[in-house]
């Protein structure tokens, strides 16, 4: 935790239990891997939670800062584990061998080569010790749905890190796990300036990794025994601090087709099917009945009286006298026309 001047003034009436680096290496016996601080009279005391010797040093001035990451602090004496002033303690029983555990699972020798490859079994196998370890193992069918070429791009360290991002340092069996609920770190957090965290949920009772790139379902229980857990998972856990953001399951936009080329519809005939037979173009017309002829009345011969004399000019000249026979009058004669042969022309001037 991050401890400076202020904060540490804030203590008062009270003892604060704070967890060491030592405490994290899991080589601390009992308590030796926490320190008490105690505000006694504005005098900082800090030491090992051990009866009848509260305190082993005063801390005093702060020799650099840098806000909520590192507080360099003086102290007046060494701190000393117990364990160490009293001897190192009685060697445990025979550690276990976590590549080898993990390929009696079987169907997980592609992870156990890059384990070994890298180094990074060695990491594991350091974490043997409290607090423990919970480890992650990718089947090889995880490895092989990888796209091609994606592990091969990777630098050195980007392996070693891609490696511990699937190792939580603490111990956590299967009913642990499904109660997690915040951000977790890894064994490759802080790697390169990254975070390499994950979050724990669960989904149908089983837990669920989130990466930030992919979400992965533990499968199944292959080694759980204090201090260490091991699970086989359906893919490989994915950092987004190595390949990025996931890529988008939006679908885009559907790509315009074609219009097709329309059917020219047939423009109906406009000769239109009659109903009924045709109404015919000359009818039948009723037969006309012809007037009886009227004989021809005489032509009248009306008499011209002689012109009043007067001055000569083409109408008082007299008449030349006709041929022998013939009186010198002039007649105007009425024609008779044959009516019934002009009714049939105007009909048909009609018709057409």
Request: glycine share 8%; aromatic share 8%.
């Amino acid at each position: 935790d991050y401890y400076d001047p202020t904060k540490l003034k804030q203590i008062t009436d009270r003892t604060v239990l704070v967890t060491t680096l030592y405490q994290t290496t899991g080589l601390a016996s009992g308590n030796d891997g926490f320190v008490n601080i105690t505000n006694v009279g504005g005098a900082i005391k800090v030491g090992f939670p051990v009866k009848g010797k509260p305190w082993q040093g005063t801390i005093g001035n702060a020799l650099a800062l840098y806000p909520y990451n590192i507080s360099l602090l003086t102290i007046d004496s060494v701190l000393v584990p117990i364990d160490v002033i009293l001897g190192a303690p009685s060697p445990s029983a025979a550690r276990m061998n976590i590549t080898q555990v993990v390929s009696q699972g079987g169907n997980f020798s592609t992870f156990i080569t890059l384990l070994q490859s890298s180094g990074v079994d060695k990491i594991f196998q350091d974490h043997d010790v409290p607090p423990g370890l919970t480890i992650f193992v990718p089947t090889n069918a995880a490895f092989d749905a990888l796209p091609k070429g994606t592990l091969t791009k990777l630098s050195s360290a980007q392996i070693v890190a891609l490696l511990e991002f699937h190792a939580m340092p603490s111990y956590y069996p299967m009913q642990s796990l499904v109660t997690l609920t915040s951000s977790q770190s890894t064994l490759a957090t802080g790697s390169g300036g990254g975070s390499y965290a994950l979050t724990i949920t669960t989904k149908g009772g089983s837990p669920l990794i989130s990466t930030g790139f992919n979400d992965v379902s533990v499968a199944a229980t292959l080694y759980s025994n204090n201090p260490v857990a091991i699970f086989s998972v359906s893919s490989v856990l994915m950092p987004t601090d190595i390949f990025g953001t996931a890529p988008s399951t939006t679908p885009g936009p559907s790509p315009v087709s074609p219009s097709p080329t329309p059917i020219s519809t047939p423009t109906p005939s406009l000769v239109p099917t009659p109903s009924s037979a045709p109404t015919p173009l000359n009818p039948t017309l009723p037969p006309v009945v012809s007037p009886t002829p009227a004989s021809p009345s005489p032509i009248p011969v009306l008499p011209l009286s002689p012109p009043a004399p007067g001055p000569e000019n083409a109408f008082n000249n007299p008449p030349a006298p006709g041929p022998e026979g013939t009186s010198g009058s002039v007649g105007i004669a009425f024609l008779s026309y044959d009516w019934n042969a002009i009714l049939w022309l105007v009909m048909a001037v009609c018709l057409i």
